[in-house]
């Protein structure tokens, strides 16, 4: 199967972004007086292509996989907490399944590799390419077709999810060690920068993450285009993530993009096709020390800093609010024309 990625098309619209802009600035407030809540505003009007945005049915993707690398010992926990949480997020007590509940956003668990067969049920999608990845410090974490597949199911995914807003959530024992190696390859920062303590490794821990994590990139040195550092480092859940991505972006869906994984995905689906991130808010900058990084290389700026750094989504669902307040603002805020309010003066 050749994997067909198609266009996204730059959503630049100097008109539109004039007129989102004079209408922030005529409500009933001082000039810029809602601070980033209106740069938030615009931003999502630029997307939906709307001067009134309106969110409809958004979507919250978690998308769960293991990693061959987790043997390691480069997690805190073992392999078997990724399926064990699988179950937590249907069975509705895990922080994602509150903060979706609350916000009303539609929850969808996806296995893409998980090393557990689940008993089929609403709200889980099982799209598993293999169970678990191989282990990338002895090989490439996935084959070409493996990988490809991944991304197609993703692409395949969000095709088939309605509404017009993606928020992106993962869940994958070692996943913050595929992130920190793809940050590391595609942006050329220095591996120990990229790599924090991920799900709670003490300093010891820490050490024997980045000294492991150095030698899986001097192994896969020639693994320099965006999807041969995908298949090298893993996993199948930042892979399906990277198709629901592009999807998204080719669909112009708002993407809220969550912690570390799910902006490094966002980070691999940037490179293949560039104006990916003109579609993407990041919800927050978590505790991982590599998000810092991740965020800076795409150009983003975070709404929220909570010192997060649970992932599965958790951060994305927090933000959900100031986006569907940054529309309201646009859509219910008086004009000091319409509401009869005497503007500064000149």
């Not at 769960?64 to 010992?73: E, K, N, P, Y």
């Not at 192994?219 to 990277?242: K, N, R, S, Y």
Request: hydrophobic content about 50%.
């Amino acid at each position: 199967m050749k994997l067909e990625l198609h266009a996204v098309e730059s959503i630049d619209d100097s008109a539109l972004a004039a007129r989102l802009q004079h209408l922030l600035d005529h409500k009933t407030k001082p000039l810029g007086a809602l601070g980033r809540l209106e740069a938030l505003g615009l931003r999502l009007g630029l997307i939906l292509g709307s001067e009134t945005p309106v969110f409809a049915a958004p979507q919250m993707l978690v998308c769960a996989g293991d990693h061959g690398l987790a043997a390691r010992g480069v997690s805190a926990y073992p392999s078997d907490v990724t399926w064990q949480m699988v179950e937590n997020f249907l069975a509705g007590g895990a922080a994602v399944s509150v903060l979706a509940r609350q916000h009303g956003l539609a929850l969808t668990v996806v296995d893409c590799g998980v090393r557990h067969d689940f008993v089929p049920r609403e709200g889980l999608r099982v799209l598993k390419v293999a169970a678990g990845t191989a282990d990338a410090a002895s090989g490439p974490a996935m084959s070409t077709a493996q990988c490809e597949a991944a991304i197609a199911n993703g692409m395949a995914l969000v095709r088939g999810l309605p509404g017009n807003a993606l928020l992106l959530g993962e869940m994958g024992i070692g996943n913050s060690s595929a992130a920190s190696l793809l940050l590391a390859r595609l942006t050329g920062q220095d591996i120990d920068a990229c790599t924090g303590s991920g799900t709670g490794l003490d300093a010891a821990g820490l050490a024997r993450k980045r000294g492991l994590l150095r030698e899986v990139l001097a192994l896969h040195a020639d693994a320099g285009t965006p999807l041969a550092a995908l298949a090298a480092f893993g996993g199948f859940e930042i892979a399906t993530l990277v198709g629901a991505v592009l999807q998204a972006a080719e669909e112009r869906r708002v993407i809220v993009v969550d912690g570390f994984i799910a902006s490094a995905a966002v980070l691999v689906a940037q490179a293949l096709r560039p104006h990916v991130v003109q579609r993407c808010v990041a919800a927050h900058e978590s505790a991982e020390p590599g998000h810092r990084l991740l965020l800076e290389a795409l150009g983003l700026e975070p709404l929220l800093k909570l010192d997060l750094r649970l992932g599965e989504g958790s951060g994305a669902a927090l933000a959900w609010p100031l986006l569907e307040s940054a529309c309201r603002i646009l859509r219910e805020m008086a004009s000091f024309e319409s509401a009869g309010v005497s503007q500064r003066e000149a």
